[in-house]
């Protein structure tokens, strides 16, 4: 079955659940009925789509009546491309919401930048109004451009990380696999937006409703978890004097330190720190620092609209030189712009 087939098998599934669900909302002993607007974003994943609708789907059915009712929107009701290439329809453009309604952002790795104004202001319209808003892997870099995270402690998909430490300085997102704040929610992927639904689900309708949910969809919870580029980029050694060399690269990618320095405060030498790294990562320690760097720079040129100059400066190049012949080396191809 190709993707297309697999889109079409998808959205079938979830429109003959919305048939059962319509018919309910006419029997009053049904209760209040949470309505979810989930827009759509171009680039935004089927796998994060699906994260968000199953949970709400399986707390239907295994409540034998409608707790939630969703459609999808996009800013001019027209497709958005997905992730996987595949043609997305919607049901309707945005329209006006209540409060009781959630709106939930869904966008991916590419495309997180192109909202709109209309969208923008539409998403302020609900924020006025004390409504549920959130955001699913990247979303929550639209909410971010709106505004209405302005008070509030969020996550994002580390994608977006480089352009909203860039572009946020003073607002940093936390690495956590969802976050809540208020009426907003984030999730930077995943589980994550797994679990961002379970809660939503959980002070909706009560822990058994939600746990029951969770069992269901076969989720394993893991307070642990977050997305820091260490897990994300590769596996977290075990080895606590490298770990902590590591964070110490990962906070110096705009100024970096001799390897000397960045292993000052270890009880370590330096012929040590450089079997260290060629035993767990097969490379030295500066090559590991400097595809640190590089990684941070082919995520800001993907997602943001810096120049080549404040991208290479703002990953410890002294200029763009060195950095286009870095990332050739690396990535073997020249820059993407």
Same mark, same amino acid.
Not at 105 to 128: K, M, N, P
Not at 183 to 204: C, F, P, Q, V
Not at 241 to 246: D, K, S, T
């Given at each position: 079955?190709?993707?297309?087939?697999?889109?079409?098998?998808?959205?079938?599934?979830?429109?003959?659940?919305?048939?059962?669900?319509?018919?309910?909302?006419?029997?009053?002993?049904?209760?209040?009925?949470?309505?979810?607007?989930?827009?759509?974003?171009?680039?935004?994943?089927?796998?994060?789509?699906?994260?968000?609708?199953?949970?709400?789907?399986?707390?239907?059915?295994?409540?034998?009546?409608?707790?939630?009712?969703?459609?999808?929107?996009?800013?001019?009701?027209?497709?958005?491309?997905?992730?996987?290439?595949?043609?997305?329809?919607?049901?309707?453009?945005?329209?006006?919401?209540?409060?009781?309604?959630?709106?939930?952002?869904?966008?991916?790795?590419?495309?997180?930048?192109?909202?709109?104004?209309?969208?923008?202001?539409?998403?302020?319209?609900?924020? #006025?109004?004390?409504? @549920?808003?959130? =955001?699913?892997?990247? /979303?929550?870099?639209?909410?971010?451009?709106?505004? +209405? !995270?302005? &008070?509030?402690?969020?996550?994002?998909?580390?994608?977006?990380?480089?352009?909203?430490?860039?572009?946020?300085?003073?607002?940093?997102?936390?690495?956590?696999?969802?976050?809540? #704040?208020?009426?907003? @929610?984030?999730? =930077?992927?995943?589980? /994550?937006?797994?679990?961002?639904?379970?809660?939503? +689900? !959980?002070? &909706?309708?009560?822990?058994?409703?939600?746990?029951?949910?969770?069992?269901?969809?076969?989720?394993?919870?893991?307070?642990?978890?977050?997305?820091?580029?260490?897990?994300?980029?590769?596996?977290?050694?075990?080895?606590?004097?490298?770990?902590?060399?590591?964070?110490?690269?990962?906070?110096?990618?705009?100024?970096?330190?001799?390897?000397?320095?960045?292993?000052?405060?270890?009880?370590?030498?330096?012929?040590?720190?450089?079997?260290?790294?060629?035993?767990?990562?097969?490379?030295?320690?500066?090559?590991?620092?400097?595809?640190?760097?590089?990684?941070?720079?082919?995520?800001?040129?993907?997602?943001?609209?810096?120049?080549?100059?404040?991208?290479?400066?703002?990953?410890?190049?002294?200029?763009?030189?060195?950095?286009?012949?870095?990332?050739?080396?690396?990535?073997?191809?020249?820059?993407?712009?």
């Amino acid at each position: 079955m190709d993707m297309r087939q697999a889109y079409s098998s998808f959205t079938q599934s979830y429109q003959r659940a919305d048939v059962r669900m319509v018919t309910a909302l006419t029997n009053p002993a049904c209760g209040q009925i949470r309505h979810f607007h989930i827009l759509l974003l171009d680039g935004a994943s089927l796998r994060d789509l699906g994260s968000v609708i199953d949970p709400l789907k399986t707390a239907n059915q295994l409540s034998g009546r409608s707790l939630y009712t969703w459609s999808l929107v996009s800013a001019t009701g027209q497709p958005v491309k997905s992730a996987e290439g595949v043609q997305m329809p919607v049901d309707h453009p945005m329209s006006p919401t209540r409060k009781s309604d959630c709106i939930v952002v869904c966008s991916g790795d590419t495309g997180f930048q192109a909202a709109e104004a209309e969208i923008l202001s539409w998403l302020r319209r609900h924020d #006025s109004k004390g409504g @549920l808003i959130a =955001a699913a892997s990247t /979303g929550a870099y639209t909410l971010l451009r709106a505004g +209405i !995270l302005r &008070d509030h402690e969020f996550t994002v998909h580390y994608a977006a990380h480089a352009a909203v430490e860039e572009q946020y300085p003073d607002h940093p997102p936390s690495d956590r696999m969802y976050q809540k #704040s208020g009426r907003i @929610l984030t999730s =930077a992927g995943g589980a /994550g937006i797994l679990e961002m639904m379970l809660l939503l +689900i !959980l002070e &909706d309708k009560g822990s058994d409703a939600a746990n029951k949910v969770s069992r269901a969809c076969l989720h394993v919870y893991d307070p642990e978890a977050t997305q820091s580029l260490q897990n994300t980029y590769r596996p977290k050694p075990r080895n606590a004097v490298l770990a902590r060399i590591i964070d110490r690269m990962l906070g110096s990618i705009e100024d970096p330190e001799s390897i000397s320095n960045l292993i000052k405060a270890e009880p370590i030498s330096l012929r040590q720190v450089e079997r260290l790294f060629n035993e767990h990562f097969q490379t030295s320690p500066g090559k590991y620092y400097k595809s640190l760097r590089l990684e941070r720079a082919r995520s800001l040129l993907n997602s943001t609209n810096m120049t080549v100059l404040e991208i290479a400066v703002a990953t410890g190049f002294s200029g763009t030189t060195s950095f286009r012949k870095a990332y050739r080396d690396k990535y073997s191809g020249p820059l993407p712009r």
